[in-house]
């Protein structure tokens, strides 16, 4: 039992590169999500799945795109990055956002910097 | 949506000393989750708790909801608690879940 796993650990990348960062979860959670997370700021909300086959955006959308796969997986797409997205990128996963019970999962984050 | 401030935004502790970090929110909730960010990244969830007190080993929390606090307890802290705590609430209506920006604590031996 894994949890939340994250692909990759650390990524550089050049100013316009395009990437996809992958999460899968194995909790049979509904709900999945991806933070970014930068000094001072906490965790900032990118995008979320709340139950496959639907995505909302978070607080700060601009600039990336995502994939719910399947339950399992939810993935983050840089088309075109920028040094602002410099960042530790992480993905959490709960049996259903917003609900009463609802507990976050996170994976162990990516560490990206774009030159 | 829903503000959350954390308090001190930096703690430093000799080991074997108590601490209470302090989340206030500014609206109600439905639920409020305390993680703990170790130096090496990862997030762990401490505890789940929107109202009332829990208790984890040195570790506890009480949320008084109707005066929209919650204040997490750390005693005879040792160096692995060393990191960051962050507090993070939902409100009611299924809204998203919202970060404080954390307490940095450095325990020292």
């Known amino acids: 039992n894994a949890g939340v796993t994250q692909t990759p650990k650390f990524q550089v990348l050049k100013t316009g590169q395009s990437m996809t960062l992958q999460c899968a979860q194995d909790m049979n959670h509904n709900s999945m999500y991806w933070y970014r997370q930068d000094p001072g700021m906490g965790l900032r909300l990118i995008y979320y799945?709340?139950?496959?086959?639907?995505?909302d955006k978070g607080e700060v959308p601009n600039g990336y795109n995502v994939s719910r796969l399947n339950k399992r997986e939810f993935s983050l797409r840089l088309e075109s990055a920028a040094p602002s997205q410099t960042s530790v990128y992480f993905c959490?996963?709960?049996?259903?956002?917003?609900?009463?019970?609802?507990?976050?999962?996170f994976g162990s984050g990516t560490q990206l910097s774009v030159l | 949506g829903i503000q959350v401030e954390q308090s001190p935004p930096d703690l430093i502790l000799q080991e074997g000393a108590n601490s209470t970090l302090r989340c206030n929110f500014s609206?109600?909730?439905?639920?409020l989750q305390w993680f703990h960010q170790n130096p090496w990244g990862q997030l762990i969830n401490l505890f789940y708790?929107?109202?009332g007190t829990k208790q984890n080993g040195r570790l506890s929390a009480t949320t008084v909801a109707t005066e929209r606090y919650s204040l997490l307890y750390i005693s005879s802290s040792q160096t692995t608690d060393s990191g960051v705590y962050f507090c993070?609430?939902?409100?009611?209506?299924?809204?998203?879940?919202?970060f404080g920006i954390g307490t940095k604590l450095q325990v020292i031996p």
């Open positions: 609206d109600s909730v439905n639920n």
């Open positions: 799945s709340a139950s496959e086959g639907t995505t």
């Open positions: 959490a996963s709960s049996e259903l956002q917003g609900a009463t019970n609802e507990k976050l999962f």
């Open positions: 993070a609430v939902s409100g009611w209506g299924y809204q998203k879940v919202t």
């Open positions: 708790i929107p109202s």
